[in-house]
């Protein structure tokens, strides 16, 4: 049987996992005997459209090490892109020209990397495909730092976000913990519509650490009143209270915290940054102690030099296994993670169908929130653990990690 | 001869090498044939006035793996103040009384470790301390993320510092080249007054990666025309610009670009925050292109999960410096470290007199800023480069960096 080739792309925000899982499909299909060439598509599905493609097998056998290099190198190493793929009832202009470059390439299999917006893209993709009889297998590989995936038990990229929050609200700690005089610290956490990632800040408790001492999800109304007791409660007890807060809290009436510099990105969502902030003027006028907001930044999400071995061997592994269904025959769907248990920590990966996934979001279970809404429960802590243990072996160089070269993507129009 | 105690503190701002040089002193006072026990005082000289100590070698002595586990935690394990003696002329009472302890513990030696506000305690101990004739040695260690020391080639703390921050650059970056839309990145990097710290953001540069594409301290007035120039410029020949700004910049009269949030503190310093935030409204609103701003948040002085092995192995050996000057009879002076040599790095250690140093800061060279003052000089990057070699053997357990337990900073009144 003549081998064809395939084809992968990223989308949507960064992760530090989202190249472990391009590494996976690229071992996987140079070792498969349906595969022949393993092409990418930069900028996601907008390379497509421009005919933007780098040959991977090539690189990676010229530089058998490069792959290890990939696996710890952050964002994407193809680009992204937020582009929104019209339906195709509307107008299929796109699409004829996708699968036509699928035919020209001889590609048997297209891999796409990304959150519940590119699961968009892979799903409108395959539905096309179905129409037109194309046997172009599509399959979607998860990844997101907001873990707001369904249908997986977790996403990869969450791991290391949750691993790269909980060692800095840690770290944090001790920064605040020097002053013998009252203080408040907010930390402020990516993720606009799912708790997870705050909640993961709970990791940083230790024998002697007991912040962050209240958190924050957008999961619970947001009510500055209670708020400010909770705080002045434990100011009462200590010197020092920290804070972990989403971005994305909001009022009982569904109003955001911070509304201050909302804008409204191509997926229609609002951008948002400043409840930070606004907590710390809050507390400020009202409390008159001393406090700070710290906003952790995007390093959440590009911090490779402290990523999670767990997340990203669970991501090489989620590439391996899109390879494997493609080879199957397994189309429109996505590769998942199924926990089997949490200690012993053991998952095994499958498959899902993409009408429960694209555009839909899991949120934090009510449960495994405190009644107060100020705190997680156990059984999210015993959830979040495994996802976070074991460090990955990151050359460095001249003081600096070493990650791949992506100067291909500075050559883009 | 009978042997004396020594008593050590912490003052200042956190960086992740204080504690290296705690374990310094620690270790030298140990085994020198002078000292008896080593006291910490907790919170730097406000510990002295409020009889709070701690044994710090019978802790050692109990669990002599703590001396490794010491050095690679943040901020301050014997926590920190920021008090400010008064002139011992206008009121000697606390003068009276922290000689009184000294004499009472029958210390020999007091080290303080800390930046230029706390050398100035260390000036007018040393002034009181002679003045009443009193044998207690008095030596000053430096430490200070800023680099703005005089009399030291640079200051402890510094070069892990510079790590993180040229290390969050790089990652930074590879965040920005994602999308191949035009786009302005500006972080926003620590120095009140000294740029050092924003300077080492130039050494995230490497074979594929030019950013920070520009770079403003402190030490070159700031103009905002010409700022909107150089990136527009910048834009013309390429989708990401990177800019490293200090939060410390001023224009040609002297105000803060930021002025949006000042306060004092107790040294008369304006806290600053906010230059990102007023750059990023700034492009947006002239250039119109997609901009974002991030602050490199505190973690720039307490990662110690990245910490610079170079540094904290000289803030070890600066720690040691002093309790051998003390042995050697000096007194009234901060050790110091002298650079022979940039390639092969070399230094050596010495100590200077505290005159030239207390409330003083330096700056960065203007022959090593850019004619145009948007970027550094190949001298400065030869004068950085050292700082950040070599990684820290960081012990992890449960996904977590494993810290010196500070909860005995928990039990202050």
């Not at 395939?6 to 989308?11: E, F, R």
């Not at 390379?47 to 690189?59: K, V």
């Not at 193809?78 to 582009?83: A, D, E, M, T």
Request: hydrophobic residues 40%; glycine residues 8%; contains cysteine.
């Amino acid at each position: 049987m003549k081998r064809k080739n395939c084809m992968v792309a990223q989308s949507g925000g960064p992760t530090v996992a989202i190249n472990a899982s391009l590494a996976g499909v690229i071992e996987s299909a140079m070792k498969s005997d349906q595969y022949d060439s393993v092409y990418g598509s930069l900028n996601g599905i907008m390379g497509i459209l421009n005919s933007d493609f780098i040959n991977l097998s090539e690189i990676i056998t010229e530089n058998p090490d490069y792959l290890h290099r990939l696996m710890v190198t952050p964002a994407m190493y193809l680009g992204s892109c937020r582009y929104k793929l019209p339906d195709f009832l509307d107008d299929d202009s796109s699409y004829v020209y996708i699968f036509k470059q699928f035919a020209d390439y001889d590609i048997g299999a297209f891999f796409y990397i990304g959150g519940n917006d590119s699961m968009d893209t892979v799903l409108k993709l395959s539905e096309y495909g179905k129409r037109i009889g194309s046997p172009v297998r599509i399959i979607g590989i998860p990844k997101t730092i907001d873990n707001d995936l369904c249908e997986t038990d977790h996403t990869p990229g969450f791991g290391s976000a949750a691993k790269y929050i909980a060692s800095s609200l840690l770290e944090i700690s001790h920064d605040t913990f020097i002053y013998a005089v009252k203080s408040v610290t907010i930390g402020e956490i990516m993720g606009r519509d799912a708790g997870w990632l705050t909640a993961a800040a709970a990791l940083a408790r230790n024998e002697y650490n007991k912040a962050p001492h209240l958190i924050y999800l957008p999961e619970v109304p947001f009510d500055k009143e209670d708020f400010l007791l909770d705080v002045k409660r434990l100011l009462f007890e200590q010197n020092n209270v920290i804070v972990a807060v989403s971005e994305g809290i909001r009022d009982a009436s569904g109003n955001y915290i911070s509304a201050s510099e909302q804008s409204i990105d191509t997926f229609g969502h609002s951008q948002l940054s400043g409840v930070g902030k606004t907590l710390e003027f809050l507390v400020k006028e009202k409390l008159g102690v001393k406090v700070r907001s710290v906003e952790i930044n995007v390093l959440q999400r590009c911090a490779s030099h402290l990523s999670s071995k767990t997340d990203l061997e669970e991501a090489f592994a989620l590439g391996k296994k899109a390879v494997a269904l493609s080879e199957e025959g397994v189309t429109a769907s996505m590769a998942t993670i199924h926990r089997i248990s949490n200690s012993p920590y053991q998952v095994e990966y499958g498959y899902a169908e993409l009408n429960g996934i694209a555009n839909e979001a899991k949120s934090v279970p009510a449960e495994w929130i405190s009644d107060a809404g100020n705190d997680i429960k156990q059984p999210l802590l015993d959830y979040l653990t495994p996802l976070i243990q074991g460090e990955m072996d990151v050359t460095y160089q001249n003081g600096l990690p070493v990650y791949m070269n992506v100067s291909h993507l500075a050559k883009r129009p």
